[in-house]
């Protein structure tokens, strides 16, 4: 049974920085495609960042140059670390994973940007 837990949400002040945590277990982590999405109040969930099995990533224009998605297939673990936070970044973030089409998702994660 996949299980994804993110950690890492709160409450900072525009500029500043967050890491996200993805802990993963009940599938073969190194395998699956690994993505983070965001939905903001009002708005739908869109794709934030992803990254392939092979280590391969992609962003989302918008957070190009900020963010960094990394796995760390021991720990079978995803961040995502966020930096030059914007308050059009606030939304709850939410861990992905994806093997032969199949999706599964975390609960999600706050992050909250105070101008």
């Known amino acids: 049974q996949v299980q994804l837990v993110e950690s890492g949400g709160g409450l900072v002040q525009s500029g500043g920085s967050l890491r996200l945590s993805c802990a993963a277990s009940?599938?073969?982590?190194?395998?699956?495609?690994m993505s983070w999405y965001r939905q903001a109040p009002g708005k739908q969930r869109e794709l934030v960042a992803v990254?392939?099995?092979?280590?391969?990533?992609n962003y989302v224009d918008s957070v190009a140059g900020r963010f960094t998605i990394s796995r760390d297939n021991a720990q079978n673990t995803v961040y995502l670390q966020m930096n030059s936070l914007k308050r059009e970044d606030t939304a709850v973030y939410y861990c992905?994973?994806?093997?032969?089409?199949?999706?599964?998702w975390g609960k999600g994660t706050l992050v909250t940007v105070s101008s």
């Open positions: 990254v392939l099995s092979g280590g391969i990533t």
């Open positions: 009940g599938f073969t982590f190194s395998s699956y495609t």
């Open positions: 992905n994973a994806r093997w032969l089409g199949t999706d599964s």
